[in-house]
């Protein structure tokens, strides 16, 4: 009997890429047979990248690590989980950091299993040095020129750096 593949769908906006996205991938990777990274298109957050900007940073990124399975990166726009079945993948994978996510994350996947009863959230835990790190908060001392160096890949980095000079 053949197996079968477990692809799951990373859905976020990435804007930037953190080690905490990279550290929820590689737990990820794990446990899945195959991982898409969904960039949003049509957020409802306004982002400092564009969705272009994002794919590039991403794709830097992913090219210098190594992953147990393959990790392709995609956009896509409107439900998540309508894009999960177009994709043939059944599970979601999210980041919880700290009780805040919780409430949000729990109405998101309750939701989502409303829309599709077939596909499984399933939340992962960064590590505790990632635990109150988000795009948000790195966009925030970025624009303070603050040190992000412990949380961001170089070549994010250097991007957000860039445009927060000008």
Avoid: W
Wanted: aromatic share 10%; charged share 25%.
């Amino acid at each position: 009997m053949a197996k079968k593949k477990r692809l799951a769908i990373y859905p976020g906006t990435f804007d930037p890429v953190t080690h905490g996205h990279l550290d929820i991938l590689s737990r990820a990777a794990a446990i899945f047979d195959g991982i898409i990274i969904a960039v949003s298109k049509n957020s409802t957050k306004k982002t400092t990248f564009s969705l272009e900007e994002r794919i590039a940073l991403l794709k830097s990124v992913i090219k210098q690590k190594r992953f147990p399975c393959p990790i392709t990166i995609e956009t896509f726009s409107g439900l998540v989980v309508n894009y999960a079945k177009k994709r043939g993948a059944r599970i979601l994978v999210r980041g919880l950091r700290a009780v805040s996510d919780f409430e949000y994350e729990f109405q998101m996947a309750l939701m989502n299993r409303h829309q599709a009863s077939d596909i499984e959230t399933v939340f992962l835990m960064p590590d505790e040095k990632y635990v109150y790190l988000s795009s948000s908060m790195a966009r925030e001392v970025a624009h303070h020129q603050g040190d992000l160096k412990a949380f961001l890949p170089p070549i994010a980095l250097q991007a957000v750096r860039k445009k927060f000079s000008s």
